[in-house]
């Protein structure tokens, strides 16, 4: 079974307190082999690097979301940088951050989002991007203050859209969106470009797969991902998910995995 990765999942959240090592074994059978689980506050940054000393299997980024602009300040970015600067062997990305047209505070978002796009760049790391209603805005400052790499997190835009941040170096995050047949635009925009730029999440316990809607999201579902991206890019799954975990490890600058990574330890 070829390897999966997660790019993108919050499986630090309390939702999957009482069965994350069930949740976690569940993707392991399918063939998930590693995580990507973003930050997304201040106050839950020690929650996440303490799970991911943990499992084995996790990456983590840290950073500022806009969803919760509410709890959140700019001497925090001091807290990050300090962070950023021990270099965590795990810690591979700054993210999950971004703006969103249906938050508050809009110069508080942008400021934040600069000023985490500049850190990212300053210290070499790809970013998680959270976009909502905001693609056109958020192009320009990460072409002017970001790093040479990251994704555009469970991306739902055009063709020309996407191929912006392609250009940029960046890759989409591929979810639950391309599950349903009327997300039309995206669908054919991901079938068109680069297969080099795609990468898969599920944003559990967020963005449910078709089929699925009113659950809890979980990583085992990125196959159903995999398989409704096989069929728009006419490839075997096999042949993807090769390209995809590849394209994964590159994005984080990760290595393959041992064969126990999925343990805990």
Not at 41 to 63: C, H, I, K, T
Not at 248 to 264: G, T, W
Request: with cysteine; glycine share 6%; hydrophobic share 35%.
């Amino acid at each position: 079974m070829n390897a999966l990765y997660d790019t993108h999942c919050h499986i630090d959240f309390q939702v999957f307190d009482e069965d994350r090592e069930r949740v976690l074994k569940s993707a392991a059978e399918v063939g998930v082999e590693r995580f990507m689980v973003p930050g997304v506050s201040a106050e839950q940054w020690p929650r996440v690097q303490q799970l991911a000393e943990q499992f084995s299997s996790w990456r983590f980024a840290l950073g500022l979301h806009p969803w919760f602009i509410e709890k959140h300040n700019l001497n925090q970015l001091k807290e990050l940088e300090k962070v950023l600067d021990t270099t965590h062997k795990r810690l591979r990305a700054v993210g999950e951050i971004g703006l969103d047209a249906t938050c508050d505070n809009s110069e508080l978002q942008r400021e934040l989002f600069i000023e985490q796009l500049k850190l990212a760049r300053h210290y070499r790391l790809p970013i998680i991007i959270h976009h909502r209603k905001t693609l056109e805005t958020t192009h320009p400052l990460v072409k002017q203050y970001g790093p040479e790499s990251g994704v555009i997190h469970a991306f739902s835009g055009s063709y020309e859209q996407a191929m912006k941040f392609v250009d940029c170096g960046y890759k989409l995050g591929v979810g639950g969106v391309i599950t349903y047949a009327r997300a039309q635009k995206t669908r054919q925009a991901i079938t068109k470009v680069p297969l080099s730029s795609l990468v898969l999440e599920t944003d559990s316990p967020d963005m449910p797969i078709c089929g699925y809607q009113g659950q809890r999201n979980e990583p085992a579902r990125i196959v159903e991902v995999l398989k409704v991206l096989a069929d728009l890019r006419e490839m075997s799954t096999d042949a993807l998910s090769d390209v995809l975990w590849k394209n994964s490890c590159e994005l984080f600058n990760d290595v393959p995995p041992a064969s126990n990574d999925h343990e805990s330890g």
